[in-house]
């Protein structure tokens, strides 16, 4: 709960500039081209990255403040060049601004131990921007815009299975 209290005091203030997700150039082709690692995705902020990280194939992701993205486990040892890409313009439609973040809300896992684990996260931005993120994706995770939120609660009825209470977080 602590860890939690933290990381949304962290962002309180937090102005964000990107949504970048790892991948990696593959150079095979007539031209090289980005191949994303949807298992995590990186909320860009002025001092850091806010990690969004799937939780295996549980439908479930963990969030932590890093530094700066993470290269992805299976490209560790890989010659393949790492890289980002950014999907900003989809989902703050300005490439040159910084928006706080002016609400989460989302679904908790009950019991996600020492983490907190959530099935659902939406994240809404000044001037009105959305961002929803759905770890049960079959490939990794999902990025949506407005609306995403409600279409996911009722693809579920009120509540997913196993899932905990949902909640709302405001600066």
């Known amino acids: 709960m602590q860890e939690r209290e933290t990381l949304f005091d962290q962002l309180r203030q937090a102005r964000v500039w990107d949504i970048q997700i790892p991948g990696y150039i593959d150079r095979d082709g007539s031209h090289p081209r980005f191949v994303p690692f ?3 995705v990186y909320v860009a902020l002025e001092g850091g990255y806010l990690q969004l990280k799937s939780v295996g ?43 706080r973040i002016t609400r989460i809300r ?3 896992n009950p019991d996600g131990g020492t983490a907190a684990q959530y099935h ?30 409600e279409r996911w609660l009722s693809m579920y009825g ?8 949902g909640f709302v977080w405001t600066p």
């Open 120 to 149: 659902c996260l939406e994240f809404q931005f000044e001037k009105s921007w959305y961002l929803f993120v759905d770890p049960a994706y079959h490939f990794g995770i999902r990025l949506q815009g407005e609306g995403a939120y």
């Open 38 to 40: 949807p298992e995590s």
């Open 57 to 99: 194939d549980e439908g479930r992701m963990t969030m932590h403040m890093v530094a700066e993205p993470v290269v992805p486990a299976a490209l560790v040892d890989d010659e393949d060049e790492f890289a980002v890409g950014s999907n900003g313009l989809t989902y703050l439609a300005d490439a040159h601004s910084e928006f």
């Open 106 to 108: 989302g679904v908790r």
């Open 158 to 165: 009120v509540r997913p299975p196993d899932a905990g209470e």
